[in-house]
């Protein structure tokens, strides 16, 4: 049984073709980061052109990759939110428009959702399914969720960010230090050349619900650290590099990055990854876990990779795939396979949500 699937809800257009809720056919990521590196973060009426631009041969290509025909399909799953109204609805607007046209049923599926099935999926195809219920941890550019996954994918939410995201709070220090966007992959890269306990951030402290998130704390830190040295010549040998317009390794970033920067980069890193795993932990004890789920953007980071391994919890922490972590197609399709199951269809009525919570 194969399900198309569709994301476009931030700045990536995607389609993916995924057989029985667990084979990858085809998964095609067309990324938008030309067009908003040079504004240092996504820009949303560019994306939604882009993503205009896009749509039609990105689909075309994800069907012919898998070698499906539209009567090959079960169904069209798509998302419907959170992430950019405009963005959003140039998905959903081509979903419906195939559907009604080959007369294909039509899924709306939740972004969130969609990051917690690119680790279910894997799991399948690796023969040992998530054991159910999970603690799952989503962290990316917009989102910093705790939830518990019980049986039938039913959801809870436990805690989130009160503030920025995960994500969005390496993109800010970046750009702050003049390292472009987005700032996790480059912080995850350099941050293993520094000293991770040489900057010292306050974790933070939270009232009300304690598995909620905070990381304006430790943005307005980093911007304290900036504040008081001069930092005017790295900052411009690195926009140097950056409007060279290469790919960059880490020896050209190494070159422009004094010690002491590098050991600010892997102390907020070592600062975020502990802030993520306490409350991970707390809750997959408080709920009574039998495994523990990372996905979106952020937990391509081998830092926040290394010390999940290392926590002794006694249950499988999983993480995707780094292709599936970052927002792709294949884990959309793949999170509407117990919807199809259950009958859950949408109607040409389905809308754009830019804020639709999980639960
Ligand atoms: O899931 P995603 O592609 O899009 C959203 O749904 O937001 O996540 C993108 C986010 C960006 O903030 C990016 O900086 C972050 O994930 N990211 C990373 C890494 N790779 C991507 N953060 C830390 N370390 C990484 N290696
Ligand atoms: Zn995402």
């Given at each position: 049984?194969?399900?198309?699937?569709?994301?476009?809800?931030?700045?990536?257009?995607?389609?993916?073709?995924?057989?029985?809720?667990?084979?990858?056919?085809?998964?095609?990521?067309?990324?938008?980061?030309?067009?908003?590196?040079?504004?240092?973060?996504?820009?949303?009426?560019?994306?939604?052109?882009?993503?205009?631009?896009?749509?039609?041969?990105?689909?075309?290509?994800?069907?012919?990759?898998?070698?499906?025909?539209?009567?090959?399909?079960?169904?069209?799953?798509?998302?419907?939110?959170?992430?950019?109204?405009?963005?959003?609805?140039?998905?959903?607007?081509?979903?419906?428009?195939?559907?009604?046209?080959?007369?294909?049923?039509?899924?709306?599926?939740?972004?969130?959702?969609?990051?917690?099935?690119?680790?279910?999926?894997?799991?399948?195809?690796?023969?040992?399914?998530?054991?159910?219920?999970?603690?799952?941890?989503?962290?990316?550019?917009?989102h910093t969720h705790l939830f518990e996954v019980s049986e039938e994918f039913r959801y809870r939410l436990l805690g989130k960010t009160r503030d920025d995201a995960a994500g969005e709070?390496?993109?800010?220090?970046?750009?702050?230090?003049?390292?472009?966007?987005?700032?996790?992959?480059?912080?995850?890269?350099?941050?293993?050349?520094?000293?991770?306990?040489?900057?010292?951030?306050?974790?933070?402290?939270?009232?009300?619900?304690?598995?909620?998130?905070?990381?304006?704390?430790?943005?307005?830190?980093?911007?304290?650290?900036?504040?008081?040295?001069?930092?005017?010549?790295?900052?411009?040998?690195?926009?140097?590099?950056?409007?060279?317009?290469?790919?960059?390794?880490?020896?050209?970033?190494?070159?422009?990055?004094?010690?002491?920067?590098?050991?600010?980069?892997?102390?907020?890193?070592?600062?975020?990854?502990?802030?993520?795993?306490?409350?991970?932990?707390?809750?997959?004890?408080?709920?009574?876990?039998?495994?523990?789920?990372?996905?979106?953007?952020?937990?391509?980071?081998?830092?926040?990779?290394?010390?999940?391994?290392?926590?002794?919890?006694?249950?499988?922490?999983?993480?995707?795939?780094?292709?599936?972590?970052?927002?792709?197609?294949?884990?959309?399709?793949?999170?509407?396979?117990p919807k199809y199951e259950r009958g859950e269809f949408a109607d040409f009525t389905l809308k754009a949500q830019a804020n639709l919570r999980l639960a």
């Amino acid at each position: 049984m194969r399900i198309l699937g569709i994301e476009s809800s931030c700045d990536e257009t995607a389609a993916a073709v995924v057989e029985d809720g667990e084979r990858v056919l085809s998964s095609v990521v067309a990324s938008q980061l030309a067009t908003h590196g040079k504004y240092g973060g996504v820009v949303p009426e560019l994306a939604s052109r882009e993503h205009l631009r896009a749509i039609v041969p990105t689909v075309r290509l994800a069907m012919e990759q898998a070698g499906s025909g539209w009567s090959d399909l079960a169904a069209i799953a798509v998302t419907e939110g959170p992430g950019l109204v405009g963005s959003l609805l140039v998905g959903i607007t081509y979903a419906k428009s195939l559907c009604f046209a080959q007369g294909i049923p039509l899924i709306g599926v939740n972004h969130i959702e969609g990051h917690i099935h690119a680790v279910v999926m894997e799991a399948r195809r690796a023969g040992s399914p998530v054991e159910l219920p999970a603690l799952a941890l989503v962290v990316s550019g917009g989102h910093t969720h705790l939830f518990e996954v019980s049986e039938e994918f039913r959801y809870r939410l436990l805690g989130k960010t009160r503030d920025d995201a995960a994500g969005e709070a390496f993109d800010k220090v970046a750009k702050l230090l003049g390292f472009g966007y987005p700032g996790g992959p480059v912080i995850d890269r350099l941050a293993r050349f520094g000293n991770p306990r040489a900057v010292r951030f306050t974790l933070a402290r939270m009232k009300g619900n304690a598995l909620d998130f905070s990381f304006s704390g430790i943005k307005t830190a980093a911007l304290r650290w900036t504040q008081a040295r001069d930092m005017s010549a790295e900052m411009a040998r690195r926009r140097e590099l950056l409007e060279s317009g290469s790919q960059l390794d880490d020896e050209q970033w190494l070159a422009v990055t004094p010690r002491e920067t590098l050991d600010m980069l892997a102390s907020f890193q070592a600062t975020v990854i502990e802030e993520l795993l306490r409350r991970a932990v707390r809750s997959a004890e408080e709920i009574g876990a039998r495994s523990v789920i990372v996905s979106g953007g952020v937990a391509c980071n081998s830092g926040l990779r290394a010390a999940a391994q290392a926590v002794r919890l006694g249950i499988p922490v999983r993480f995707p795939s780094p292709g599936l972590s970052t927002d792709n197609a294949a884990m959309i399709a793949a999170a509407a396979f117990p919807k199809y199951e259950r009958g859950e269809f949408a109607d040409f009525t389905l809308k754009a949500q830019a804020n639709l919570r999980l639960a």
